[in-house]
Nanobody, 127 residues
Framework: QVQLVESGGALVQAGGSLRLSCAAS????????MAWFHQARGKEREFVAA????????SYADSVKGRFTISRDNDKNTVYLKMNSLKPEDTAVYYC????????????????????WGQGTQVTVSS
C-alpha cells in the first residue's frame, strides 16, 4: 500500500521558518522524483519544488526561490521542504507528490505527472 505522509505544518509568524517532512512507503522511493505543491483556500494546487531521484537536480517556483529548499534522504524514504522567510501568502495546505520519472521534468509543475499524493499538512503564516 502506497503512503505519503506529510508532517511539520504549523502556525508561524511572518519571517519565520518551518521544515516539512514527507515519509513515503509502498513504492521504490529512491527511483522517483519527489515534489511539493501547495493549495490555498479557493485556489488551484500549485507547484512549489521538485527533486530528482538522486537529489542532484532541483526545481523551484519563482515565488519560493531563495527562501525554500527541497531535499531528500533515500535511506529514510523521506523528502523535506525547508521554508525560510515565510510570508502570509505562503499560507496553504502543502502536499508531497511522487513522479515515477527519476529526473525533474521540464513540466514538473503539471499535477498530472505525479502518480502518488499525500493528504497534506496545513501551513499558516500570520502577519
Amino acid at each position: 500500500q502506497v503512503q505519503l505522509v506529510e508532517s511539520g505544518g504549523a502556525l508561524v509568524q511572518a519571517g519565520g521558518s518551518l521544515r516539512l517532512s514527507c515519509a513515503a512507503s509502498g513504492f521504490t522511493f529512491g527511483s522517483y522524483t519527489m515534489a511539493w505543491f501547495h493549495q490555498a483556500r479557493g485556489k488551484e494546487r500549485e507547484f512549489v519544488a521538485a527533486i530528482s531521484w538522486s537529489g542532484t537536480q532541483t526545481s523551484y517556483a519563482d515565488s519560493v526561490k531563495g527562501r525554500f529548499t527541497i531535499s531528500r534522504d533515500n535511506d529514510k524514504n523521506t523528502v523535506y521542504l525547508k521554508m525560510n522567510s515565510l510570508k502570509p501568502e505562503d499560507t496553504a495546505v502543502y502536499y508531497c507528490a511522487a513522479d515515477r520519472f527519476p529526473y525533474v521534468r521540464s513540466s514538473a509543475a503539471a499535477t498530472n505527472n505525479y502518480e502518488y499524493w499525500g493528504q497534506g499538512t496545513q501551513v499558516t503564516v500570520s502577519s
